[in-house]
């Protein structure tokens, strides 16, 4: 069964602290994406990797920061956190394309900033 | 840039009874591939459907189908025989072959099942 792990469901942090999301996936897979999930916004891209060490930037990558050592591990970090980086951010990998194979999502980790 | 609107965002039906979900598209490739993923209140999203844009033939999976419009970009989902278990939020996405696969999602539709 594939699996893609996020470290934590929940996790409550203090404005101006480091934080460390991990995502890791078992499945062999080249891509991987961090998104954030807000009420009526849907899903927008926050970073992708193609490939270890390769990154690009998404939609909005303002204020994050990736990183990706092991094809299975891609770690988002918020630099310095503030409150509008409170959110649900999800974490996907897929094969690359031509592939028509669909992105495998972890549970999500729910980030409150205070 | 490819965008995906989803203009309900709150449906409703009955148990047993069907419902469609909609959702349009704006691109100008003409090879990619649209998904619709089920997100629970548990939160984990999966895969419901998937369609790719040079099959004519509509996608169907199980009480799942879609009725895919190339020309119109439009790709709607169809529920029949809802159940309980399908309350959820469900999204559209998009994804191209280039640009490393990246999707594009819609803002969602929250479904709610009546007993």
């Known amino acids: 069964d594939v699996k893609v792990t996020q470290s934590s469901r929940y996790l409550v942090k203090r404005t101006g602290e480091k934080v460390f999301l991990e995502c890791v996936q078992d499945?062999?897979?080249?891509?991987m994406f961090w998104y954030r999930q807000d009420p009526g916004l849907g899903l927008r891209l926050i970073y992708f990797?193609?490939?270890?060490?390769?990154?690009e930037k998404g939609d909005i990558p303002e204020g994050y920061s990736v990183s990706r050592e092991k094809k299975e591990r891609f770690s988002l970090i918020l630099e310095s956190a503030s409150t509008n980086q409170t959110s649900m951010y999800l974490c996907?990998?897929?094969?690359?394309?031509?592939?028509?194979?669909?992105?495998?999502f972890g549970q999500g980790t729910r980030l409150t900033v205070v | 840039a490819q965008t995906v609107t989803q203009s309900q965002p709150e449906m409703s039906v009955q148990e047993a009874e069907t419902v469609t979900l909609s959702c349009t598209y704006d691109?100008?490739?003409?090879?990619?591939?649209l998904f619709w993923y089920k997100q629970p209140p548990s939160r984990q999203m999966i895969l419901v459907i998937r369609?790719?844009?040079?099959?004519?033939q509509n996608a169907t999976e199980n009480r799942f189908s879609v009725n895919f419009q190339k020309a119109a970009k439009s790709f709607s989902l169809k529920i029949s025989d809802s159940q309980l278990g399908d309350a959820a939020m469900y999204f559209c996405?998009?994804?191209?072959?280039?640009?490393?696969?990246?999707?594009?999602f819609g803002d969602g539709t929250t479904l709610t099942v009546k007993p």
């Open positions: 996907a990998s897929s094969l690359r394309p031509p592939m028509n194979t669909e992105a495998f």
């Open positions: 369609q790719e844009a040079y099959k004519q």
């Open positions: 499945m062999d897979h080249e891509n």
């Open positions: 990797s193609y490939d270890v060490k390769m990154k």
């Open positions: 996405a998009y994804r191209w072959g280039g640009n490393a696969g990246k999707s594009t």
């Open positions: 691109t100008s490739e003409s090879d990619y591939y």
